[in-house]
C-alpha cells in the first residue's frame, strides 16, 4: 500500500482505498492499456497507456473468477462474481453481461510502477481468447507444478458481424503461453461481494475448477508448446 512521507497509509482509490490498477482490453479498437490513476491536485483522473506492442503477463490462472458484471462509464463497475468452477450468481439485470475476471503481473518492459493488475472483459473477443488460452493452461499445467504461465498477444484479428449500417467490427485477440514463471509476489486479492454472492462461495465445496474453462462457444485452440520465460522479466 502507497504511504506518504510520514509512513502513512495513503489512499489512491478514491473513498474506497487503495485498490487493484487494471489492464484493459479494448475490443473495438483492439489495443490493451495500461489504465494508470494520475493526480492532477483536484483529485484522480484515469490515463490509459497504450502498450499494445509490448503486452506480456504473468496470469494467475488459478485464482480465475467469472459472473456478471454492469458496466456504466464515470461509474466503478458491479461486479458478480464467483471462483470458476463453483455455482454461477443469478443474473442481476439484463444490463449485466457475462464476465471473466483474474489477476496478472505485467512483464517490465511494460508495467510502469504498478505491474500487478487486474484484468476483466465482457465481450466475445475477450472471452474466447482468454477461453482457448486457459484450454492450453489447462493441457500443460501439470508439467509446471507450482508456476502460472507468461502470455503474450500473438496476434489480433478483425471480425466483422452484421451488414450495411448495422454492420460493426471487433478486434479479437489471440494469446499464447510463451513459459511459466512462479507466482512471487502475485498474490491474489479476494474482492468484496454481494451477500447473495457471497452465499454462494461459501456453499461452495468447489472453488477453481482445474478441468473447466469458461464456456463462451468459442473455437478452442490447440495448446502451443512453451518456450522458454525469461524470470528477470517479473522480478
Known sequence: MATDVFGFPVSTGGEGGEFTPVL???ARAGRFFRVERI???????????DITQTVKFLADFE??????????????????????????PAKPSEQHSSVVRFMLKLAKECGGERPIREI?????????AI?????AYLAQKDKNAGKLPVLVC????????GTGVQSSTNYH????????????DLVFVAKAVTPSVASQVLAATVTASPATAPSTGSTRAAAPVAETADADDFG
Open 24 to 26: 484493459k482490453y479494448d
Open 39 to 49: 493526480n492532477t491536485g483536484n483529485g484522480f483522473e484515469n490515463e490509459d497507456v
Open 63 to 88: 485464482n480465475v473468477e467469472v459472473g456478471y458484471a454492469r458496466f456504466v462509464a464515470g461509474q466503478a463497475p458491479d461486479f458478480h462474481l464467483v471462483p470458476m468452477g463453483s455455482q454461477l
Open 120 to 128: 476483466s472483459g465482457a465481450s466475445k473477443a475477450f472471452r474466447g
Open 131 to 135: 477461453e482457448a488460452v486457459y484450454t
Open 154 to 161: 500473438e496476434k489480433i484479428t478483425p471480425v466483422k458481424t
Open 173 to 184: 485477440p489471440t494469446f499464447k503461453i510463451v513459459g511459466w514463471s512462479e507466482r512471487k
